[in-house]
C-alpha cells in the first residue's frame, strides 16, 4: 500500500489572505498578488508578500511555475477543499463535532443575512424534497 500524503497544512490568518488573492485572480505573480491584496491594505509591502507566498509554497499551500522570469504560483488546493477542511476542523473542536451547533451559532450571533437565510432556506427546502418519505428527522 502506498505511504499516506499528510494532510496539507492549516494556512494561518494572512495565508488565507493570499489564498484568497489567488483564488480571486487565478494563478499569478508575487506583483499581482500583492496589486491585488494592497487595493484593500496600503500598508502591505511587496517584500512582506514575496516572503508570505515563499513560506505557503514550502509548507505546500501554494505551487509554483518557475519556467517563466517572474514566477507564477497557483492554489494547491481549490477554495471549496480548504473551506472543508478548515470547517471541519472548526466544527470538531469549537462545536463538538456539531455542524448543527455551528449553523444554529451562526443563525444566533447575527451572521446570516436575511437574503442569505432565504437562501439557506430555499435549499433545506430543497434537499426535503429530494429525501425518501420515511427518512425525515
Do not use: C
Not at 25 to 44: F, I, N, S, W
Not at 52 to 73: A, F, N, P, W
Not at 107 to 130: F, M, N, Q, T
Amino acid at each position: 500500500m502506498p505511504a499516506k500524503s499528510p494532510p496539507p497544512a492549516k494556512p494561518t490568518s494572512a495565508e488565507l489572505d493570499v489564498l484568497q488573492a489567488i483564488w480571486e485572480t487565478g494563478p499569478a505573480t508575487v506583483k499581482q498578488v500583492h496589486a491585488h491584496m494592497a487595493a484593500e491594505r496600503e500598508d502591505l509591502s511587496h517584500a512582506n508578500v514575496l516572503r508570505q507566498m515563499q513560506i505557503m509554497h514550502t509548507k505546500g499551500l501554494l505551487t509554483r511555475d518557475e519556467s517563466e522570469r517572474s514566477h507564477v504560483y497557483a492554489a494547491a488546493q481549490s477554495q471549496k477543499a480548504t473551506q472543508g477542511g478548515l470547517l471541519k476542523d472548526l466544527i470538531r473542536k469549537a462545536f463538538a463535532g456539531s455542524g448543527k451547533a455551528l449553523v444554529l451559532a451562526a443563525l444566533r450571533e447575527g451572521h446570516v443575512s436575511k437574503r442569505d437565510r432565504a437562501e439557506i432556506e430555499a435549499l433545506l427546502r430543497e434537499e426535503s424534497k429530494d429525501e425518501p418519505r420515511g427518512d425525515k428527522r
